[in-house]
């Protein structure tokens, strides 16, 4: 009886050093080297936006596909079809009335935004830190990682608060702006791309 007792009191010790190991050796650097490995991935996406002036919040769901090289593509399927390419180039929106182009050079934040959507996909920690200040806890099981824009980022006039949560991808990332209205974002049925899909406008 009492063999089984410390057996199991070892075990259970055994198992709590190992986690300690494991969340000391979990750092922005870690996760950014286990986002950035999958370069061409796809996933369903729900979005639901808290507006001022709305009781109830904006859902819309879809497909997205992201390239961390290029930039990323939202394909709403509800609760109507519409296309959003975002890439260094500018922003492309293709639905049943046709195609727009929004160009970088008319837009120049549009450049920071794709950036800002990459790095949040990836935790890419050099991009990130030049506006964030960054806070991450959990390990690689699950982890939650927030973002306060730097007073000397011309995001402090547009974002509060940033907090993705996830595992071996991001799950959730959840955007608070000014006027405390948020943006939640749930991401599942994530896999690796071998390539891009012919349907869709090169990046």
Do not use: C
């Not at 990323?72 to 519409?82: C, G, Q």
């Not at 939650?144 to 991001?170: C, D, H, N, W």
């Amino acid at each position: 009886m009492i063999k089984s007792i410390l057996k199991g009191s070892l075990v259970a010790a055994l198992g709590t050093v190992i986690f300690s190991a494991e969340a000391l050796a979990f750092d922005l650097q870690t996760l950014s080297k286990s986002l950035g490995s999958a370069q061409l991935t796809t996933g369903h996406f729900v979005q639901e936006r808290e507006l001022t002036g709305f009781p109830k919040p904006m859902r819309t769901e879809g497909v997205y596909f992201l390239d961390l090289k290029k930039g990323i593509v939202w394909e709403t399927l509800k609760p109507f079809a519409n296309t959003m390419i975002f890439s260094e180039k500018g922003i492309k929106s293709v639905n049943k009335h046709g195609a727009q182009v929004i160009s970088a050079q008319d837009i120049p934040y549009l450049k920071t935004v794709n950036a800002l959507m990459l790095s949040l996909f990836s935790a890419q920690t050099e991009r990130l830190d030049k506006d964030f200040d960054i806070h991450l806890k959990g390990s690689s099981v699950h982890w939650t990682m927030t973002l306060v824009p730097k007073k000397t980022s011309a995001l402090a006039t547009v974002f509060k608060t940033m907090e993705i949560t996830g595992a071996a991808s991001p799950e959730s990332i959840k955007m608070v702006n000014q006027q405390n209205e948020t943006t939640r974002l749930q991401l599942s049925k994530q896999e690796k791309l071998n390539q891009w899909p012919d349907r869709l406008e090169p990046l």
